[in-house]
C-alpha cells in the first residue's frame, strides 16, 4: 500500500484576483447579483455635487424589510475620513445595515449570502 494521499485544497479565488478587481467591476457584479436577489438599488453616479462621504450602494429589499448601504473598495483602498463619519452614523442605526466590500468579499461569497438572507 501507498503512502496515503491528501486532498489538496485549492482556494476558490487567489489575492492577485482580489488586487486586480476594480471597484467599478466590483460593484457592477454586487448590483447584478442584488437586482437578482430582489433588491432595488441606488447608486449616485456623478457625486461631485453631492456631500462628501456618502456610501456608493442605497439598496433595499421590501420582502426581507431591509435597508442596506455598502461602501465599495478595491481591495487594499482605504476609507476617507468623511467616509467613516458616514459608516459610523449608519452603524449606530438599528433599522439599516451598513457594509465595508472588498473583491476577497465577493469572490468569497460573502456579499452573495449577506443578501440572500436577512443576518440572524
Not at 12 to 41: C, F, P
Not at 68 to 86: M, V
Not at 89 to 106: C, G, Q, T
Request: glycine share 4%.
Amino acid at each position: 500500500m501507498g503512502a496515503p494521499t491528501r486532498a489538496l485544497t485549492l482556494p476558490r479565488y487567489t489575492d492577485a484576483m482580489a488586487r486586480g478587481m476594480s471597484e467599478a467591476t466590483l460593484q457592477t457584479n454586487i448590483v447584478a447579483a442584488a437586482k437578482d436577489l430582489g433588491w432595488h438599488t441606488y447608486h449616485t453616479h456623478d457625486s461631485r455635487r453631492s456631500d462628501p462621504g456618502f456610501p456608493d450602494l442605497c439598496l433595499v429589499h421590501p420582502k426581507q424589510d431591509r435597508c442596506l448601504f455598502a461602501e465599495l473598495k478595491r481591495q487594499n483602498g482605504r476609507s476617507r475620513a468623511d467616509q467613516i463619519i458616514w459608516a459610523d452614523k449608519l452603524k449606530a442605526l438599528s433599522y439599516v445595515e451598513y457594509h465595508l466590500w472588498r473583491p476577497s468579499d465577493w469572490l468569497a461569497g460573502d456579499v452573495t449570502r449577506i443578501l440572500a438572507a436577512r443576518p440572524t
